[in-house]
């Protein structure tokens, strides 16, 4: 079966650290770029960071960056997102999500269930 | 950065209705726009990719178009299972790969 599976979510204090996993399975994992997305409760998504094929070229928001890592491996069939520095505004559902591109397009067309994370003391 | 703009924010309709949302980039984007649906506890799921392609298993009564900046989703006779919430998304350039703030579909 296709699917990507989050784990890793938890409550944490702030000024802590949490990693994310995304196990992918169905499909040829190191053939696609991945992200994360995240989603606040109530509120909408925001895309959070990529990660490309190949090189592993990697991007990230600017709410995160300088505190949040996005790595995979491609021999696990895996994607991480290491969240260090965490904060009350960091709270929320984590998605993984596959990129596929079609000719010039591309879309987030296969989506985990989610891990929460709650920053909370 | 490209903004995106959705509107409206929310909606309220009835079974059968023919409803559009529509979002706004805020620099030209041609037609590399994603829709994208999403039910209460639940991941989205992509709808509509390009400005006008159906995703795969998306039934009919679902249609976008637009280019440029200004880009509409339309759903013909709403169904039941339509009620959710509604993202656009920006596939145009390099990241941040930008998502409207969402319209919520209700029952009315």
């Known amino acids: 079966e296709v699917q990507l599976v989050e784990s890793g979510g938890g409550l944490v204090k702030p000024g802590g650290s949490l990693r994310l996993s995304c196990a992918a399975s169905?499909?040829?994992?190191?053939?696609?770029?991945m992200n994360w997305v995240r989603q606040a409760p109530g509120k909408g998504l925001e895309w959070v960071s990529s990660?490309?094929?190949?090189?592993?070229?990697?991007f990230y928001a600017d709410s995160v960056k300088g505190r949040f890592t996005i790595s995979r491996d491609n021999a696990e069939n895996s994607l991480y997102l290491q969240m260090n520095s965490l904060r009350a505004e960091d709270t929320a559902v984590y998605y993984c999500t596959r990129q596929t591109k079609l000719s010039l397009y591309w879309y987030f067309d296969l989506w985990g269930r989610g891990t929460l994370v709650t920053v909370s003391s | 950065d490209i903004q995106m703009t959705q509107s409206p924010s929310s909606l309220s309709a009835s079974v059968g209705d023919r409803v559009t949302i529509t979002c706004r980039a805020s620099q030209s984007i041609s037609n590399y726009l994603n829709w994208y649906q999403q039910k209460p506890g639940k991941a989205p799921k992509l709808l509509i990719y390009s400005a006008s392609s159906l995703h795969s298993g998306v039934p009919s009564r679902f249609s976008g178009s637009g280019s440029g900046t200004d880009f509409t989703l339309t759903i013909r006779s709403l169904q039941p299972e339509d009620f959710a919430t509604y993202y656009c998304?920006?596939?145009?350039?390099?990241?941040?790969?930008?998502f409207g703030q969402g319209t919520k579909l209700e029952i009315k």
């Open positions: 990660i490309t094929t190949g090189r592993s070229h990697t």
């Open positions: 169905g499909f040829t994992f190191g053939d696609f770029s």
């Open positions: 998304q920006q596939g145009y350039s390099s990241p941040p790969y930008t």
